[in-house]
């Protein structure tokens, strides 16, 4: 093997090209990849024996390879979500059931009647593919559906108060995560906002004094990811409703999560649903498609018709409309909830959210000596653990769990021995997320579900 010093020894891009290995790749992927791939290879080969370090002819032929994987390797790839939280944002939210895949896969490979009515053979209404079923499961009058919820925020607001004030309550002025801030939202959505009460306590008065001859719409944000403890005090959806409307006012709640059923009975937390949310008075209720209700990313709007109609106007519901596929998964997902019965089995979030500690503990027992054997340096404990719902719903509420628990002594010295291994797992075939706490690594096994795929996939495990 000529091992190669200087940038002169390096090859010419022609006769990288003329290697055997390389010409397989140029059959496999074509000659422009690969010529593109053999360059850029080239050049950083150039850099580095500039550098002082050396290189040879394999190690060009892998670097082109390596270079081609990259490019073709798709960016999203699933992987395991064993973070402990369920609805975890940065992993794609919730899991959608089966059969709202199937009525992706369906619309997504020709043409459908997305915006078409078939019966007058005319344009039709994209909107109304979902509304049927919103408006039949919560009893709102009209329902629009938009990109996800911090979007219906945005439409509600412009379209109905700008350049007018927005009453909302300090302790709900929220910031949720990915720059969604409340402020910022009415700042672009055109409104003034006017802050009622103080932090922890708001009263009725504070409403009735603020109101002014601009004021449009009264909002209540569900404060989703954080709880005011102590002295408190906040206006219940009724007084709200009622001090708007005695003033001619549009009272809209932003319920974050937005859940269409009880969860009490499935042994969740108490959370306010949609409906409870309409009968409490409020115009509009906006809430998320993939977090409790665990659907495709969507933003929904429903209430009033008159008020529906209005945003339906909008040249900005345009800007934000969903595609097909997504309009095909939630209507699927919506018709999910038609029958409960079921519900629990189909829907991936609710499946998991409400999944047995004992079963998760069985697998646990199951997987513990699996991954022990492949982390012959470790130790790999079944741990109890508490998951959480994520994405800001039910936020301070946690669900008991079990999870495999790894650790090593040097993990807790200073280095990254911990780093390294979470690392390993993150580059398996199918990456494995778990949670790093304690100088231990977490992997919380609420969320999984393909047992024999995921023992299969260990195997490519590099052991750090
Ligand atoms: C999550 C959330 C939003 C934003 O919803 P997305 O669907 O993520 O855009 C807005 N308001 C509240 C209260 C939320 O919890």
């Known amino acids: 093997m000529i091992i190669i010093h200087t940038p002169k020894q390096l090859p010419s891009v022609d006769s990288l090209l003329n290697t055997p290995s390389v010409q397989e790749l140029v059959r496999e992927h074509g000659l422009a990849l690969v010529t593109s791939c053999a360059q850029s290879g080239l050049m950083r080969a150039r850099q580095s024996v500039l ?13 082109v390879l390596q270079e081609i994987e990259r490019i073709l390797l798709p960016s999203i790839r699933p992987v395991y979500n064993l973070t402990g939280t369920v609805l975890h944002t940065n992993l794609g939210r919730a899991a959608l059931p089966e059969s709202a895949i199937q009525a992706m896969v369906d619309v997504a490979r020709g043409a459908s009647n997305i915006e078409f009515d078939l019966e007058t ?10 509304e049927a079923l919103l408006c ?3 009893g709102a009058e009209g329902a629009v559906v938009v990109n996800n919820n911090a979007a219906a925020v945005l439409l509600t607001l412009n379209s109905l108060a700008r350049r007018k004030e927005v009453l909302v309550s300090r302790g709900e002025l929220i910031e949720i995560g990915g720059g969604f801030r409340m402020p910022d939202i009415m700042a672009r959505a055109g409104c003034k906002l006017v802050e009622v ?3 922890n306590r708001t009263h009725e008065a504070d409403f009735e004094s603020a109101i002014s001859p601009r004021t449009a719409l009264i909002m209540k944000v569900h404060t989703s990811n954080f709880e005011i403890k102590g002295f408190t005090k906040s206006v219940l959806e009724r007084e709200l409703s009622r001090i708007a409307h005695r003033h001619n006012l549009t009272f809209v709640t932003d319920l974050g999560s937005g859940n269409l059923i009880d969860l009490e009975p499935y042994k969740l937390p108490y959370e306010m649903t949609v409906t409870d949310a309409l009968e409490s008075g409020a115009d509009l209720v906006t809430f998320s498609g993939d977090k409790l209700l665990g659907g495709p990313q969507a933003g929904i709007i429903i209430g009033r018709r008159d008020l529906i109609e209005k945003l339906k106007r909008s040249p900005m519901t345009r800007a934000m409309r969903p595609d097909k596929v997504t309009l095909a998964a939630l209507q699927a997902v919506l018709r999910l909830y038609t029958d409960t019965k ?10 998991l959210l409400t999944r047995d500690p004992v079963v998760i503990e069985q697998l646990a027992y199951r997987l513990v000596k699996v991954l022990q054997d492949r982390l012959n340096q470790c130790e790999v404990t079944v741990a109890q653990t508490l998951s959480q ?5 039910l936020p301070i509420d946690r ?17 990254n021995s911990l780093n390294r291994l979470a690392k390993a797992f993150r ?7 778990g949670r790093i706490s304690n100088d231990a690594l977490w992997f919380d096994l609420r969320c999984l579900e393909d047992e024999k795929d995921f023992v299969e996939n260990l195997r490519g495990l590099k052991v750090v």
């Open 399 to 415: 669900l008991q769990s079990a999870a495999l628990k790894i650790t090593r002594p040097d993990f807790r010295r200073p280095g």
């Open 197 to 199: 009460g103080t932090t």
């Open 389 to 393: 719902v994520g994405s800001g719903a």
């Open 51 to 63: 550098a002082g370090r050396t290189t040879n002819m394999a190690a060009l032929v892998q670097s």
């Open 121 to 130: 053979g005319k344009r039709g209404d994209r909107y109304k593919h979902a």
């Open 427 to 433: 580059e398996l075939p199918i990456p494995v997320i």
């Open 342 to 351: 079921c519900l629990v089995k189909e829907l991936p979030t609710l499946r």
């Open 136 to 138: 039949q499961l919560t």
